[in-house]
C-alpha cells in the first residue's frame, strides 16, 4: 500500500504541474465572477485527475477525499467520515490560484496523506520555481526540477531557528487585529504554504496561518521531518492530528481553522509565546 500511495501522490503531482504549464500556454480563465476568490480551469482539471485517480481506492471504503473543488466536502465533516477511513487525502489543486491567474509566481499544488488522521504523506509543488517538497511516509525531500531529466534530491534535516536571527516571521491576515508581538519583520506571501515550506530552509522564524485543512495537509508531514511542530495559538497545545474541533464547521467554512496556528521548533516555541500578547 505504501508504494501504491507514493505513486498516486507523486502521479497527481506531476500532472497538476503539466495542467498548470498548459493552462498558462493556452491562457488562464478565471471561471467565475472577478472580485470572487478565483477559480480557473486548472482548479478544476486538477480536481477532476485527483478523483479519477483515486476512486478506486476510495471505493474500498479506506481512503477518503477532501478536495477544495468539491462542492461536497463540506458533507465529510463527520465524525464517521473522518474516523472510518485509515487514509484521508487532503487537496488544493491550486493555493493561491489568484496569483496564478495574476502571472505571479507564488502559487502551489499541495496534496496531504493523513493515516489514522495523522500527517503521513505529503507534496508541496511549486511549478514556478521549480521545487517540490514531499514525505513518503519516512524522509522528506526538496526535488529542484522535479519530474524533469534535471531533477536533484536532497533530504531535508531538522532546521535551527533564531527569533532573534534576521529572518522573518510570516503571518496570516487577521493576526495584528488579535496579537501583538515585539518579533519582527513579518511578510505575508500568496500560498500559505510557501510560509510553511521556506521555514523547512530556515528562511523564517515562525509561520502562524489560519486557513483550509488543505491548505497545510501537504506540508504538515515535511515540517514534521524538518524539526517543525505546530501550535494552537491560543492554547499552546501541540496539534498532533486532525480532528473535527480543530476546524469551523459551518456550512460556507466547514474545513476551516477555528483558531490561529504556530509552526516553529519546540526550542523556541515557549520564548515565542512569551513574547505573544492578545490584543
Known sequence: ???????????ITRKAGEIIKESQQEGIQQLNPI????ITQADIAISEYAQQ?????????NHLLIDEEDKKNSLYFTDTFLNTPEYIWAIDPVDATRDLVMGTPFYAVTI???????????????????????????????????????EQHYQLNPVQ?????????????????????????????GAHCFHLMWMCKGWGKATIFKNKIWDFAGSWAVLKD???????LETQEEITE?????????????????????????QEKDHFFKRLKKI
Not at 472580485?35 to 478565483?38: K, T
Not at 483515486?54 to 471504503?61: D, F, N, R, S, V
Not at 513518503?136 to 522535479?146: E, H, I, N, W, Y
Not at 524538518?226 to 494552537?232: A, H, Q
Open 1 to 11: 500500500m505504501e508504494q501504491e500511495l507514493i505513486s498516486k501522490l507523486l502521479d
Open 35 to 38: 472580485g470572487q476568490s478565483p
Open 53 to 61: 485517480s483515486l476512486k478506486p481506492l476510495i471505493e474500498t471504503g
Open 112 to 150: 496531504g496523506i493523513f493515516k489514522n488522521k495523522k500527517p503521513y504523506m505529503g507534496a508541496v509543488y511549486f511549478p514556478a520555481f521549480g521545487e517540490l517538497y514531499w514525505n513518503d511516509g519516512q524522509k522528506s525531500f526538496l526535488v529542484t526540477l522535479p519530474f524533469t531529466d534535471s
Open 161 to 189: 531557528i533564531d527569533l532573534n536571527g534576521n529572518q522573518f516571521m510570516y503571518t496570516s491576515a487577521g493576526f495584528w487585529k488579535n496579537y501583538k508581538t515585539d518579533i519582527h519583520p513579518s511578510r505575508n506571501f
Open 226 to 232: 524538518s524539526g517543525l511542530k505546530l501550535y494552537n
Open 242 to 266: 486532525i480532528s473535527l474541533n480543530l476546524f469551523e464547521g459551518i456550512e460556507r467554512n466547514p474545513w476551516g481553522l477555528n483558531d490561529f496556528v504556530l509552526c516553529i521548533t519546540e
